[in-house]
Every structure is written in structure tokens, then in C-alpha cells.
């Protein structure tokens, strides 16, 4: 089976910061990432599919990029409503793998 | 609007066995595959099982395989997953998830607010 690993698995920034989050495929999966948001205590919430496209209702800050092996979740201005947990998924091919997350504060 | 809820989550002894369930409304449930997913206390997001739109095909993870199977009912708009020889390492929050894709390769778009299994003597 594929594994997915992302990076850093937590930190810490400032409100308006640049962040990035990395998330790498053992094997080449092409485009066929997701990201998900979840909030303390909350429900995960899917953010990008098709590792790029935003999904409905998500701000502008978030996007994402990648293909093949290499993709990051991007947020360009860092807002104190995005405290989470963020969490990459493969679905190329099944299992549909999750990786293991990273975990977003607060400096 | 998009609503899953799942119910029928509780305390079992190991070896045991315990069946939930997810309704839903706002979709056009014989269109979407449906999914689990768990979240064992503390920790990351874990895939489990899926059924495809039509309740054709079924797909499961290596570590309930044997054990847990996913059905559905395309009257009731419900899913259910029936767990059997239940161990300690099942215990977690399970979430239904509206599944887009195809042929397994699955992601979620919409999900439920979880019920906790709890699986200990």
C-alpha cells in the first residue's frame, strides 16, 4: 500500500503568516489528493480535492498544489480560526489513505 | 442541506459486537457512495469501509476486514456497519462520510457528527 507523510507534524505561527504543510505519496498518485480541516472538537471538514480545486465555502487563503509524490497546503495569511488539525488523503487507488496530519496554533 | 448523523454507539466488551447506523437527507443518496471513517481517541483519521452508490461493491480496511461489514439501505437513506469480535483497538469515533468518486477511490465531502465506540472489559 501507498503511504502518505506530511510535515511538520505541528507548529506554530503568527496571525498573518505564510503556511506551508507538506504531504508525500510513497508511490506517484498524480493529482489525487485531498485536504481536510478539523477544529478542535469538531467534525473534519474537506478543503481541496483533486489536489488543487477549493472546495465550496472554503476561503481564498487556503490552496493547494502538487502532483505525483510532492503536494502542500498552503495558507497565505494565517487567521485564528484556522487553529486545526490538517490532514492530506490519497484516493488514486484504494485503501484511500489518510496521512497522519499536522497540527496548526497559534503563536 | 447535506445532513449525516450517526447513532448507535456505546460500551462493549471485547469480543463483542455492535452495529451503527448514519441516516441521512439533503442528497440524492442512491447517487453517492458512502463511507466510515474512525478516529481512535487522540489520534488521526482512519479509512474502514465503503459501498458503492448501488450497494454493489464494498471495500474494507486490512484491519477490520473479516470483521466489520458496511451495508446499506436505499429506502431507509442509511448506512450501516456491523462490527463483530470487537478488540480494544476499535475504540474510536466513528464518522459516516458522503463519499464522492468512483471504484474505491474515494473522498468525502460531507460528515456526520461521530458516535463513540468504546470497546474494554
Known amino acids: 500500500d501507498i503511504q502518505m507523510t506530511q510535515s511538520p507534524s505541528s507548529l506554530s505561527a503568527s496571525v498573518g503568516d505564510r503556511v506551508i504543510i507538506t504531504c508525500r505519496a510513497s508511490?506517484?498518485?498524480?493529482?489525487?489528493l485531498a485536504w481536510y480541516q478539523q477544529k478542535p472538537g469538531k467534525v473534519p471538514k474537506l478543503l481541496i480535492y483533486?489536489?488543487?480545486r477549493l472546495q465550496s465555502d472554503v476561503p481564498s487563503r487556503f490552496s493547494g498544489s502538487g502532483s505525483g509524490t510532492d503536494f502542500t497546503l498552503t495558507i497565505s495569511s494565517l487567521q485564528p480560526e484556522d487553529v486545526a488539525s490538517y490532514y492530506c488523503?490519497?484516493?488514486?487507488?484504494?485503501?484511500?489513505?489518510f496521512g497522519p496530519g499536522t497540527k496548526v496554533e497559534i503563536k | 442541506e447535506v445532513r449525516l448523523w450517526e447513532f448507535g454507539g456505546g460500551l462493549v466488551q471485547p469480543g463483542g459486537s455492535l452495529r451503527i447506523s448514519c441516516e441521512t437527507s439533503g442528497f440524492t443518496f442512491t447517487d453517492y457512495a458512502m463511507t466510515w471513517v474512525r478516529q481512535a481517541p487522540g489520534k488521526g483519521l482512519e479509512w474502514v469501509a465503503s459501498?458503492?452508490?448501488?450497494?454493489?461493491?464494498?471495500y474494507y480496511a486490512d484491519s477490520v476486514k473479516g470483521r466489520f461489514t458496511i451495508s446499506r439501505d436505499q429506502y431507509q437513506n442509511t448506512i450501516y456497519l456491523q462490527m463483530n469480535s470487537l478488540r480494544v483497538e476499535d475504540t474510536a469515533i466513528y464518522y459516516c462520510?458522503?463519499?464522492?468518486?468512483?471504484?474505491?477511490?474515494?473522498?468525502?465531502?460531507?460528515w456526520g457528527q461521530g458516535t463513540l465506540v468504546t470497546v474494554s472489559s
Open positions: 462520510a458522503k463519499t464522492l468518486g468512483s471504484y474505491g477511490l474515494y473522498y468525502f465531502d460531507h
Open positions: 483533486v489536489a488543487s
Open positions: 488523503q490519497k484516493y488514486d487507488s484504494a485503501p484511500p489513505t
Open positions: 459501498v458503492s452508490s448501488g450497494a454493489v461493491s464494498t
Open positions: 508511490q506517484g498518485i498524480g493529482s489525487n
